[in-house]
């Protein structure tokens, strides 16, 4: 019988750089969700630390001197990792390495891992190893021998331990080869989707563990993974959720967002991110109780801009109201932000006007009809009842009237179908 040993938990150095672009006190807040992000990739944070510099070394990132400090922290506290809250360039990460004789990762490196631990479905691999190997294709060198088959822990997982011994022409196939099989991924995402265009959409968005998984299974009991971590939840989720007897509403979670996000995580989730992009209604789920959420609510505006959905109707939903030490927080919220709203997700607290917002928009974005058809148009009148919510059907002698309500898109197409029909 083979034992199996436990994998140790590696101790990680956490080190932040205050500069021009960031205060003391943000950094603090930035090396904070790096902890949470380690902790989640499974390490122990041991030291954070911060070097006041006004703009990056460009050789070993804190400068050489307060790196010969840190090398001297790891070796007489057993460090196995050191993190980089913002990207290294491949000339600091190699000389950083060689000076440490430890692993070295950045941010990026760490929400790569984190997402390699947490795909699930074929979609979700494929996204995240594209992403790894356009993060590691210009990262190839001796220094990264972390990546190879004699060490594990964080920042191993994926593709990495694969295709570190591979040169670069072999990566740059097999990212092509990837970037196919997501468009094939992407074509059978459309089709499946094609079938929610005459439905009205709605769309999940937020910092990552805003709530977002636990407002959707309070809607529609969708069961969804709601944990307290970090990117819980990597594939978008739909379900159909009635705001009133029929009118119902298809709502997607999807991936959380993060600040400094992965350029190419972006790209490489394209697909996923694609129910933002379709989305009519967009809510975007905010921790209120979080000392930055306003910092959060500019990272998720910024990406949606990103995607070019910041345009949508937009309803700021600002979660964990009952977490809230400061109460008087809650009229400076609603007098600054329109069409906002306070819940707490996980109580049930105030989801009954959050409802009667939906209803609202629900109803103001729908428009109201009424054709005149003839008996022998039952093709047409049975497309009708799929495509719309009908409101009445009056048969008369030779003909039938219909009143509906659909949306604006559907309502033009119902106009196009029955000028067809009658032009034949």
């Known amino acids: 019988m083979i034992e199996l040993q436990p994998i140790p938990v590696e101790r990680a150095i956490l080190i932040g750089l205050i500069s021009s672009d960031y205060s003391r006190e943000q950094v603090e807040e930035h090396l904070d969700e790096l902890e949470m992000l380690t902790s989640t990739a499974g390490a122990e944070t041991v030291f954070k630390i911060m070097q006041d510099r006004q703009r990056p070394d460009p050789a070993f990132f804190v400068g050489k001197g307060k790196a010969e400090e840190i090398a001297q922290l790891i070796e007489l506290n057993d460090i196995r990792l050191v993190i980089f809250d913002d990207d290294l360039n491949p000339t600091q990460a190699r000389n950083l390495e060689k000076l440490f004789e430890r692993k070295v990762l950045d941010r990026s490196g760490l929400i790569l891992d984190i997402f390699a631990s947490h795909a699930k479905t074929r979609e979700a691999k494929t996204q995240v190893e594209l992403a790894q190997l356009q993060y590691m294709l210009p990262r190839l060198t001796r220094a990264w021998t972390h990546l190879s088959k004699q060490y594990g822990g964080i920042g191993t997982k994926g593709p990495g331990e694969t295709q570190i011994e591979t040169d670069r022409r072999i990566i740059r196939t097999r990212i092509s080869k990837l970037k196919e099989n997501l468009k094939k991924i992407e074509a059978q995402q459309t089709t499946k989707s094609a079938g929610r265009k005459d439905q009205v959409t709605a769309c999940l968005v937020g910092y990552t563990n805003a709530g977002k998984s636990t407002l959707l299974n309070r809607l529609t009991n969708a069961g969804a993974l709601a944990e307290d971590k970090l990117f819980a939840t990597l594939d978008s989720t739909t379900r159909s959720f009635d705001i009133e007897k029929n009118k119902k509403v298809l709502l997607s979670d999807t991936v959380g967002f993060i600040r400094k996000l992965p350029h190419h995580l972006v790209a490489s989730f394209k697909s996923t991110l694609n129910v933002v992009r379709d ?128 949306s604006s898109a559907v309502h033009s197409k119902i106009q196009a179908l029955v000028r067809s029909r009658q032009d034949n």
Request: without cysteine; glycine residues 2%.
């Open 279 to 406: 989305a009519d209604i967009i809510l975007h789920m905010i921790d209120v109780s979080h000392d930055f959420y306003e910092d959060h609510i500019h990272v998720v505006d910024s990406t949606l801009e990103e995607l070019n959905s910041h345009k949508k109707i937009q309803i700021k939903i600002f979660n964990k109201v009952d977490a809230l030490k400061d109460k008087s927080k809650m009229d400076y919220i609603l007098n600054k932000y329109k069409n906002s709203i306070l819940i707490s997700a996980e109580r049930g607290i105030n989801i009954g006007n959050l409802k009667k917002m939906l209803l609202d928009l629900y109803e103001k974005n729908f428009v109201q009809g009424t054709i005149v058809l003839s008996h022998s148009d039952s093709k047409l009148v049975s497309q009708l009842y799929e495509m719309a919510e009908i409101l009445s059907a009056d048969y008369e002698d030779d003909k039938i009237i219909i009143a509906y309500r659909a």
